[in-house]
Structures are given as C-alpha cells and as structure tokens.
C-alpha cells in the first residue's frame, strides 16, 4: 500500500515563528500536493509539485513556500507563523492524476 | 474555470438505509471525477474514481457513483448504510490538459442514526 507518513500529527507554534511541516511518501509518485482543510471550506491547494525542484502554487499560496530537494519529501513552510494560519494540513502524493491521490493523515496545526 | 458543489453540508441517515450525496461538477473538458471519505482526526482515502468507461463504477465498502455528463453530476450511493460509515464524504474533479491536481469541494458530513 501506498503511504504518505507526516511528521506531526499535532503542533503548537507561537506567532512569528518559522514551521516546517513535512511529507514523505514511499511509492516514487511523481506529484505531491500540500492542502489546507478548514470547516465549511473543504480542502483547498496551497502548492503542488510534479518533480524534484519542481512547484506550482495552488489556490492559496499567500504566506506559505514549499521545498522538494528529493522526490519522495515535499515540506510545507510557514515563513512567519500567524493565527489565521491554524488548520488541518494534509499532504497528498499521486502518479498521474487520473489515478487518484493519497493522503498522509494530516498535521493539526495551532499558531497561538 | 473547474469547481465542484456539494450541495449538502450534513446528512443523516438511519442505518440499513439508502444513502446518495450529491456532487454537481465545473469543468471544461472530460472531468476526471473522485470521490473521497475521511473519517475524524484522520486523512482522506480515495472511494472510487470515474475518467472513462462505463458511467456506474463500483469503489470499496459497498460503495457506487454514477457519471451523468448531461446533468454534470457524479453520486455517491450505498444501498444500505453502516454506522461505520459515518464521516465526511468529499467530491473532487481533476485531470484539465496542463494541470495534475485536484479541486475538492466543501465536503458532506454524514450521520448515522441506530
């Protein structure tokens, strides 16, 4: 079975501080993708990247920057931690789209 | 531009009952069409997925969706519902020339009354 292991399950950061969450997968896919998911906004795209130095920005890139230096590791950062940043993160990594993706469990975020 | 519409933010079901959630679909080509299920606390784990075919495509846990072009539609079914099959249940399309990423929409949570 595929999996997407994220390093936290739980974190708890103070304003301003530098966050590096972290994303790897172990099936050689190609894509991976980093989402916010809040309640009654569903799951929306913060960056994907389709290979190793790769990225695209997603729906909602503001405040966030990623980095792929090896294909299977994708890391999120929150370059100066805020409170409308608190949310559920999910990573995802997939071959082709067309596929389907497969997501990590999630990292609980609070930015007090 | 591609979206997805969930028009149902919560159902409940009693269980052995039927189920359909509902999932209307933007697109300006052929859709690639998922549905997902996530269960509290947990990430989301891919149902059943539709890019071409046969329009009713069976997924796992009893689970079933039919692609309607004319209506840009893409339900979820389940003739008889499980306790354990209450979560929230996400729509998501994919696939345009050029892209490779997926757009959700808001989700539908469902309950199961005993």
């Known amino acids: 079975d595929v999996k997407v292991t994220q390093s936290s399950r739980y974190l708890v950061k103070r304003t301003g501080e530098k966050v590096f969450l972290e994303c790897v997968q172990d099936?050689?896919?190609?894509?991976m993708f980093w989402y916010r998911q809040d309640p009654g906004l569903g799951l929306r795209l913060i960056y994907f990247?389709?290979?190793?130095?790769?990225?695209e920005k997603g729906d909602i890139p503001e405040g966030y920057s990623v980095s792929r230096e090896k294909k299977e590791r994708f890391s999120l950062i929150l370059e100066s931690a805020s409170t409308n940043q608190t949310s559920m993160y999910l990573c995802?990594?997939?071959?082709?789209?067309?596929?389907?993706?497969?997501f990590g469990q999630g990292t609980r975020l609070t930015v007090v | 531009a591609q979206s997805v519409t969930q028009p149902d933010i919560h159902i409940t079901v009693s269980e052995g009952a039927s189920l359909e959630l509902r999932c209307n679909y933007s697109?300006?080509?052929?859709?690639?069409l998922f549905w997902y299920v996530q269960s509290p606390g947990q990430g989301l784990q891919l149902l059943l997925k539709?890019?071409?075919?046969?329009?009713l495509v069976q997924g796992i846990k009893g689970f079933e969706a039919e692609f309607k072009r004319s209506q840009s539609s893409f339900n979820l079914r389940k003739p008889s519902v499980h306790w354990s099959d209450a979560a929230e249940y996400f729509c998501?399309?994919?696939?345009?020339?050029?892209?490779?990423?997926?757009?959700f929409g808001t989700g539908t949570r469902l309950t199961v009354i005993p």
């Open positions: 995802a990594s997939s071959l082709p789209i067309t596929r389907g993706a497969f």
């Open positions: 099936m050689d896919h190609e894509n």
């Open positions: 990247s389709y290979d190793v130095k790769m990225k």
């Open positions: 697109y300006g080509a052929t859709p690639y």
């Open positions: 539709y890019f071409s075919g046969d329009t």
């Open positions: 998501a399309v994919g696939g345009q020339t050029g892209a490779n990423n997926l757009f």
